[in-house]
């Protein structure tokens, strides 16, 4: 009778101890593959980030999508960021590779400082010109509501070009960077 | 004759007192030094005069800024090429003219070797394709925006060259002139200790 119980018993702890092993082997599995898988979250591509959506219209009926996804959603964060004013060192981060090596940043800054701010209520696109495999001219007017409330537009020829597969943005003011260009 | 004696000291004083004051003008003043570096008075003079002759007048301020960095820069052009200008040149326009040359020689030695990265020269070449067309023809005119309305003709656009490229990565140095110049010249300052003398 007793040795019934104390076999019981063994086998009851040893049921509990290979129980607990268990649940540590498998923890040992899946966490790394857990901190792997938030660690690809963690370096998430551009591409996958959250994107600013704007309304795009477009006013020739030929265009029925933008020539990349990549330049839709760098674009839409650019225009986004550019009428928020803020974080500038991010719009920087887009301007062509060129520019930042030509254009001081705090320059950038002030310039931005004095740029028209409000929410960009549409962007009406005239068409996309592939200027060269790398190039987009995209000649556009920005609607956007002023700090009044009144709706005011911004026409401007957009440039877009493409350095080591990612998209950069062209900014050419004569007034504010004659030099550049 | 008592009040004569009087006038006559006094007279004597005034006369000796303008003479050593005059004497004292026509030495040729200290502008700045430092370790093996002196700017004199005259030397300032010249380069005033000699950007006088094109048109620029500034302030003494600037002046002795401007000078200090002709004098330096020149002096380091002069110790690369391994040449010296005569001990017992006067500062004429010829002196002025020399020393300004040599110091843009040196500035365009800075530029040349500013660097410039790979991708930088991509995105000026790729940003601005009109400036590369093989025929000449840029449509670029002072305070306007470039419009293209039609895609180009690849075959037209020169490629990008190791020449081409040098041409680029000038074209973004020269943009980059002034702080290149000052970045040197608060190095050259440094390294020669050199100070304004108030």
Redesign the interface.
């Known amino acids: 009778m007793i040795r019934d119980f104390v076999k019981d018993m063994n086998r009851k702890i040893y049921l509990k101890s290979l129980y607990k092993k268990s649940i540590l082997i498998l923890m040992a599995v899946i966490f790394p593959v857990l901190i792997s898988g938030c660690a690809r979250f963690a370096h998430l591509p551009e591409k996958d980030a959250p994107v600013a959506q704007l309304d795009f219209v477009y006013l020739s009926p030929e265009i029925e999508e933008w020539p990349d996804k990549k330049l839709r959603n760098t674009f839409s964060d650019y225009w986004y960021k550019r009428f928020t004013g803020k974080p500038s060192e991010e719009i920087f981060n887009v301007e062509?590779?060129?520019?930042?090596?030509?254009v001081?940043f705090s320059r950038y800054d002030a310039y931005l400082n004095n740029f028209p701010k409000g929410e960009i209520l549409r962007i009406e696109i005239a068409y996309f010109?592939?200027?060269?495999?790398?190039?987009y001219?995209i000649p556009m007017t920005i609607v956007f509501q002023g700090p009044r409330g009144q709706e005011q537009k911004m026409s401007v020829?957009d440039?877009w070009?493409?350095?080591?597969e990612q998209w950069?943005h062209?900014l050419?003011d004569?007034?504010a960077f004659?030099?550049?260009? | 004759m008592n009040n004569f004696k009087v006038f006559f000291f006094i007279f004597l004083f005034f006369g000796l007192f303008s003479v050593q004051t005059g004497f004292a003008e026509n030495e040729d003043r200290v502008v700045a030094r430092g370790k093996d570096f002196v700017m004199t008075q005259d030397f300032v003079r010249a380069i005033e005069n000699y950007y006088a002759k094109q048109g620029h007048y500034t302030r003494w301020e600037f002046l002795v800024d401007a000078s200090l960095r002709v004098k330096l820069f020149a002096n380091e052009e002069l110790s690369i090429i391994s040449a010296q200008l005569p001990d017992d040149m006067e500062y004429g326009p010829d002196y002025a003219s020399r020393m300004v040359k040599l110091s843009e020689d040196y500035i365009f030695r800075l530029i040349s070797a500013h660097p410039v990265d790979d991708r930088t020269v991509l995105s000026y070449y790729r940003s601005y394709p009109e400036k590369f067309l093989e025929n000449g023809q840029s449509p670029r005119t002072p305070f306007q925006v470039t419009r293209i309305d039609e895609p180009l003709d690849p075959d037209k656009i020169a490629p990008l060259s190791d020449e081409l490229a040098g041409l680029i990565r000038l074209r973004i140095g020269a943009n980059n002139r002034r702080e290149i110049v000052n970045e040197e010249l608060e190095r050259l300052k440094e390294k020669y200790g050199v100070e304004i003398v108030k």
């Open positions: 062509a590779p060129h520019f930042q090596e030509m001081n010109i592939p200027v060269t495999e790398y190039l001219e020829r440039r070009v493409m350095v080591e950069y062209v050419r004569p007034l004659p030099k550049i260009g």
